[in-house]
């Protein structure tokens, strides 16, 4: 009888653990999200007991800054998907200050993947050792999130530095896991408290995402949005990075390095140059970083319908005189004609104010809606204003989805278009950065000449839109110099 061969059990955990690792976070989503859903239901019956209004504020932001550590714990613990989940949610338009605070500090903070790890993804993509490519890599990332992370490096041959994103590995498999978790909880919470299509949301969130395991696919996009922008402007109201094409792979990808501080750090940078954050200097600067932000967005989903769906705080640098770098393409979206020229003709409803025409935008991009209320055009106007533009409603400081004022309350979203929700989380991340800023602006009114010259150009406009108007116009004061080339 010929002996058994010999039994590797460092091997075989590591195998059941890999299995069972899927189930595991499973587990661990459900138990700790609903904790918290069912912290704030029976919260709301106890506060509601309560008729001393400041009581009640008081009592609820203890409550939310009992949540906040809890969805931190969770985002953090989780990781992967989940610190996508706090992007998204920890701006100061949509959640409780206390969340905001707490969420926004996992925007660049994932886990990094050890750097024998990383060099041998990179020598099995590239079929080189590192030091055959690279003169020079850093061991230590400049950041990493949830699906890569990025190195300073600089290519043999070359004067100028370059940066490599390297994917994690093995994490597609357990953000799709996350991602149908979540699906699961929002079919659940659009059925019982908000009246919303957050399901149809989360499968669009699916296919993006999946999306983003490509490489080649964002190395693609990133040279097709660069460009447009720089073939359409005299000047890129944003920059690009150029791609290195020779060195992309499906896991790994190269381009330039671009210096500039994250615009998370810009508060500090200013007040560390002793400059007034209320004053002229600063507001101009910030004023500059939004418009020149928002007319890059308003290019891209108005005019081509191919954008970068993915403007989080961590994607984007600023640089000398206040100009704006665009990063991470892997999150893109191109829209059809039919939704691109109905989000235009939205547009034009919100800049105007418009409630006859806002209904039949609604109509014509397939917002299924349902009227809980006796001024329905008005709010149907107020929850496009809420959803679709960056200025918020007037007497509006956050949005409330469970407030029984909230227009989504008002009016029941019954089905929303999948392929309209990048256009969506675009709009409120825009939104985020400028509540950040302490700038109150409207990305409608800023994209209203891009939106008719659109509608114009199909034949669904009469009279030539005055194109002057969608031009930026530049900011000529003294803007702080922060650092760049």
């Known amino acids: 009888m010929l002996p058994l061969p010999p039994i590797d059990l460092k091997d075989v955990q590591q195998k059941l653990a890999t299995h069972f690792r899927p189930w595991q976070r499973s587990f661990q989503f459900w138990v700790r999200a609903v904790d918290i859903y069912t912290g704030y239901k ?25 949540a906040a550590e809890k969805i931190y714990a969770m985002c953090s613990d989780l990781g992967g998907f989940f610190l996508k989940v706090a992007q998204i949610i920890g ?12 969420l926004v500090t996992l925007c660049d903070h994932a886990p990094a993947t050890p750097f024998d790890a990383v060099q041998l993804m990179l020598e099995m993509e590239l079929g080189r050792n590192v030091g055959e490519v690279f003169e020079r890599f850093d061991v230590d990332p400049l950041g990493s999130a949830s699906i890569a992370q990025v190195h300073r490096a600089r290519l043999r041959g070359d004067k100028s530095d370059v940066v490599v994103k390297v994917q994690h590995p093995g994490v597609q498999d357990l953000m799709m ?5 979540l699906q699961a909880f929002a ?35 990133m040279e097709k949005i660069r460009r447009f922008l720089y073939e359409n402007n005299k000047k890129s109201p944003v920059l690009v990075p150029r791609l290195i094409r020779d060195i992309v792979t499906r896991r790994v990808l190269v381009m330039e390095y671009i210096d500039g501080i994250p615009i998370l750090n810009l508060g500090d940078e200013i007040a560390k140059r002793g400059i007034n954050p209320g004053g002229k200097i600063a507001v101009a600067a910030k004023q500059k970083i939004l418009q020149s932000l928002t007319l890059a967005y308003g290019q891209m989903i108005l005019k081509t319908g191919f954008f970068h769906a993915d403007p989080h705080p961590g994607n984007i640098l600023i640089r ?3 100009e704006v770098a665009l990063l991470d393409y892997g999150q893109v979206k191109d829209l059809p004609d039919e939704l691109r020229l109905g ?21 014509e991009l397939g917002i299924e809606t349902l009227s809980k209320c006796e001024n329905e055009q008005h709010e149907l106007l107020k929850l496009a204003q809420t959803m679709f533009d960056t200025k ?6 956050m949005l409330q989805p469970f407030s029984e ?33 302490g700038i109150n602006y409207s990305c409608a009114e800023q994209w209203k000449p891009i939106a008719e010259e659109a509608l114009f150009r199909a034949g669904r406009l009469k009279g030539r839109p005055i194109k002057a108007r969608g031009r930026r116009r530049d900011v000529t004061c003294d803007i702080p110099q922060f650092p760049g080339e």
């Not at 506060?47 to 409550?63: F, G, I, N, P, T």
């Not at 235009?344 to 109509?363: C, K, M, Q, T, W």
């Not at 918020?392 to 400081?397: A, E, M, R, S």
């Not at 009016?411 to 969506?424: C, D, G, T, W």
């Open 42 to 66: 029976v919260f709301q019956l106890r506060v509601s007991l309560v008729k001393d209004a400041k009581k009640q504020e008081e009592m609820w932001e203890r409550q939310h800054e009992f």
């Open 91 to 102: 701006k100061p338009d949509l959640a409780p200050a206390a969340w905001v605070k707490r």
């Open 177 to 181: 896991t996350d991602i149908r978790n």
């Open 187 to 221: 079919f659940y919470i659009q059925k019982t408290d908000v009246k919303f299509d957050l399901y149809s949301v989360t499968k669009e969130m699916e296919k993006q995402i999946g999306y983003e395991f490509d490489f080649i696919r964002e190395a693609d996009a």
């Open 320 to 322: 000398k005189g206040s």
């Open 343 to 363: 989000y235009a003709n939205l547009v034009l409803a919100i800049a105007d104010g418009d409630p006859i025409r806002a209904s039949e935008s609604y109509r």
């Open 392 to 397: 918020l409603p007037p007497g509006v400081t």
């Open 405 to 437: 004022e909230s227009s989504i309350k008002k009016i029941a979203v019954q089905a929303f278009p999948e392929e309209l929700f990048s256009v969506l989380r675009t709009v409120h991340l825009l939104r985020g950065l400028s509540v950040g800023l």
